[in-house]
């Protein structure tokens, strides 16, 4: 049997939403507005990006720990290029793994990001399908 996962958009005012996650019951804002014009939330596509780097990132902590690598500190940074016109879908993503402090080696970081993208971060197995995702990384 398939599993449900759960979540609501709530309109509030102008552009903003409120999403819910039924599970959680937290929330985080939504809003849009044009290039430049403030925004009180993230944007639909933004949240994209943070749910990659998020879900890569836990992925990618977890197996490190497995190895019995000590993570301390890190960042995912997530970037993607938009088309310019409708729908302004991502058509390329990079994501950058940025570790400090404790004692991560390459070697396990390679093999760590690979099973992340290939079996276990579902969030990066969806998107690669439609978009080119890169990852990359830094042991400061």
Do not use: N
């Not at 014009?37 to 977890?62: D, F, N, R, W, Y």
């Not at 990001?113 to 080119?132: G, I, N």
């Amino acid at each position: 049997m398939a599993k449900e996962v759960k979540a609501e958009a709530v309109f509030k005012e102008g552009m903003k939403f409120e999403g819910r996650s039924e599970r959680a019951g937290t929330t985080v804002s939504l809003d849009f507005a044009a290039e430049g014009e403030p925004i009180s939330g993230h944007t639909p596509m933004e949240l994209v990006l943070t749910s990659l780097a998020g879900c890569s990132g836990q992925v990618t902590v977890g197996l490190l720990k497995r190895m019995g690598q000590e993570v301390k500190d890190l960042t995912v940074h997530a970037r993607g290029a938009k088309k310019e016109i409708h729908p302004a879908v991502f058509t390329s993503i990079e994501l950058d793994f940025e570790f400090r402090g404790g004692k991560v080696d390459a070697a396990s970081v390679e093999k760590a990001l690979a099973l992340s993208e290939d079996r276990y971060c579902p969030v990066w197995a969806m998107l690669k399908m439609a978009t080119p995702i890169h990852a990359t990384y830094r042991l400061v």
